[in-house]
């Protein structure tokens, strides 16, 4: 069932980098440009983005193909660097982090859910959850990965290989990887472009139980209108730029502002 409500908006005033209380954001970013290549030949893919992500919220960023939504969401996530602005992971500001302590912050304060799955075929549910805190020498909280397996419907399936999972089943397997450390921030990159359409509804629906009944904050990249009336919030993008957002919209709604950006 997708929320009913629409309410478009267009999007404020940019603020200034000091009036972005990074520790009311769970991800915060003022004044991003992101180009490739130079002269004649480059292509901006990302023009003076400012904008904040609520925590506990569930924001989808939508574009048509080449808008940049991907880009900002590597950015965002301090996968790519960027030309200029400032970016704010919770309380700390990742634009100018070392490399070691960016490697660092994403291990232990990002998650992040694929398309493709992303699990090591020779290891059970559990060790495919618990392998990221175990190659950072980590310390897993086991009553934690109880909850959240249990909450996943995993819990009889933590000794299974993913070949013996179903799509969906490998999906949650991400999704609780990515929860285990309770980071401050999930990034999905078309998390259910995999899936079935039942199957991806059962894994967006488990998404948005994450942002309310865990506390979760999820930023995700998706094409499908379907998948993005899952968030409290739509972001869209064009050509690089920030054109607009909707609160908790339908498919059908974001579908007609797709077309008028001619996606």
Known sequence: MTPSTNVPTTLPESLPVSALPATTAAVAARGVSKS???GETAVHALRDVSLEFGKERFTAIMGPSGSGKSTLMHCLAGLDSVDAGQLWIGGTAITDLPDAALTRLRRERVGFVFQAFNL??????EQNITLPVALAGGTVDTAWLRQISASLGLADRLSH???ELSGGQQQRVAVARALLTRPDVIFGDE????LDSATGAEVLSLLRCSCREMGQSIIMVTH?????????RVVLLKDGA????LEQSTPDAILGALAKLGA
């Open 242 to 245: 920030l054109v607009g957002e």
């Open 191 to 194: 998390p259910t472009g995999n």
């Open 36 to 38: 490739y290549g130079r």
């Open 161 to 163: 290989r993913p070949h």
């Open 120 to 125: 090591v075929p020779t290891l059970t549910a």
């Open 224 to 232: 499908d209108p379907v998948a993005a009336s899952y968030a409290d």
